[in-house]
C-alpha cells in the first residue's frame, strides 16, 4: 500500500539505526526492511486506529529471546515519527524488585524466589500505581526503574526512567505479560526436573500461581490490548535465551562483579521460566489480539489479527 510505503520513508533512517546498535560483529539482523514494511508499520497502523482513549494501554508479550524489546522499540519508533504519538515504552523486567527484597522472599518463602522473573518478583504495586497515573488528567511527574539483568540489581535511582509529560501510548512489554493462572490442580504434577527436586511441597508453584490469580490479573487488566510473539518451541527459546546472554557479555566485558549466566545457569534459570511460557504458548493466541508467528531465524514469519 502507498501509505505504508510513505511511512517507511519516514522511519527507516531511525529504524534501521535502532536495529544496527542491537547487531553484534556476529549476530546481524536480516531481512528488515520486510519485518518493518511488511509486519510492524501494518501493525503500527492498527494500533493508531484503535488507540482512542490515552493512554492506550498496549501489552507485547513472547518467551525468552523472542525479540520483544527489538519489536516494541521499532514499533515506539513507527509510533512517534509517523503516527505523532508520545510513546513511553517499559519492560515488566524493569520492575523486578530489588536483590535485597528477592532475598527475603527466598528466606521467608521459598529459595527459588531469589530467582527474577516470575510472577510474585516484581513490584506490582509500582506498576498499578503508574497505570493510575497515567490515567489522569494532571499528569504527575514520575521516576520508574531501571533493572540491570547483568549486576542482577536496580540501577541507582538517578539512572531511572523520568516520565514528564502522560503518553498517548504504554508499551508494557515482558515474556509473562497477559499470562494467565493455572488451576490448582495443574500444579501438582511436576513441569521439569526443578520443581521435582526443588519444589516438593508444591510452595513455589503455589505462590507464583496465586501471584497471577491476584496482582498479575489486576495489572494485565488495565491493557487496551495484547501482542504475542509465538516462537515454533520451548526448545528455539532456549537457544535464543543462550544467544542473549552471550550477547549481554559481550555488551559488558569491560564490566567487573557481573552474574552473566553460563549454559548450565540458563538452561536451569528457564526451567523457573518453563510451566507459565507452556501456558501461553498454548492459550494466549486465543485471547491476544495480535499474534506475531515466529519462524527458527528469530523472524516474522506471519501476523494474525484476531481483534
Not at 493510575?132 to 540491570?148: E, I, Q, R, V
Not at 508494557?172 to 499470562?179: H, I, K, R, T
Not at 496465586?210 to 496482582?215: A, E, F, K, R
Request: charged share 30%; with cysteine.
Amino acid at each position: 500500500m502507498k501509505i505504508y510505503n510513505e511511512c517507511y520513508n519516514v522511519v527507516k533512517k531511525k529504524c534501521f539505526k535502532f536495529i544496527k546498535s542491537q547487531e553484534t560483529s556476529k549476530e546481524k539482523f536480516k531481512n528488515k526492511e520486510k519485518m518493518i514494511k511488511r509486519h510492524l508499520i501494518p501493525v503500527s497502523f492498527w494500533i493508531s486506529e484503535k488507540c482512542k482513549s490515552r493512554p492506550y494501554f498496549i501489552g507485547l508479550a513472547g518467551g525468552q529471546g523472542t525479540g520483544k524489546t527489538t519489536i516494541s522499540s521499532i514499533l515506539k519508533i513507527i509510533l512517534t515519527n509517523y503516527f505523532k504519538f508520545n510513546v513511553f515504552k517499559i519492560s515488566i523486567d524493569d520492575f523486578y524488585k530489588t536483590r535485597k527484597d528477592r532475598i527475603k522472599l527466598s528466606k521467608n518463602i521459598h529459595q527459588m524466589l531469589l530467582i527474577r522473573g516470575v510472577p510474585g518478583t516484581h513490584d506490582i504495586k509500582m506498576m498499578l500505581d503508574f497505570f493510575k497515573n497515567a490515567k489522569k488528567k494532571k499528569f504527575k511527574k514520575t521516576k520508574l526503574p531501571l533493572f540491570d539483568k547483568s549486576i542482577d540489581d536496580r540501577l541507582p535511582k538517578y539512572k531511572w526512567y523520568e516520565i514528564k509529560k502522560r503518553p498517548d501510548v504504554i508499551i508494557l512489554e515482558g515474556w509473562c505479560v497477559g499470562a494467565k493462572a493455572q488451576r490448582n490442580q495443574k500444579l501438582i504434577k511436576p513441569f521439569n526436573s526443578m520443581e521435582k527436586t526443588m519444589d516438593k511441597q508444591l510452595k513455589w508453584r503455589k505462590f507464583v500461581n496465586y501471584n497471577l490469580q491476584t496482582s498479575y490479573k489486576k495489572l494485565f487488566k488495565q491493557l487496551d490490548t495484547l501482542l504475542y510473539l509465538k516462537a515454533s518451541s520451548f526448545g528455539q527459546l532456549r537457544k535464543w535465551r543462550l544467544k542473549q546472554e552471550k550477547k549481554l557479555k559481550i555488551q559488558t566485558k569491560n564490566k567487573k562483579n557481573l552474574k552473566i549466566m553460563d549454559k548450565k545457569d540458563v538452561i536451569s534459570f528457564m526451567q523457573t521460566y518453563q510451566r507459565i511460557t507452556d501456558n501461553m504458548f498454548k492459550n494466549a493466541p486465543k485471547y491476544a489480539s495480535i499474534i506475531m508467528n515466529l519462524n527458527s531465524s528469530h523472524q516474522i514469519k506471519s501476523v494474525i489479527y484476531k481483534k
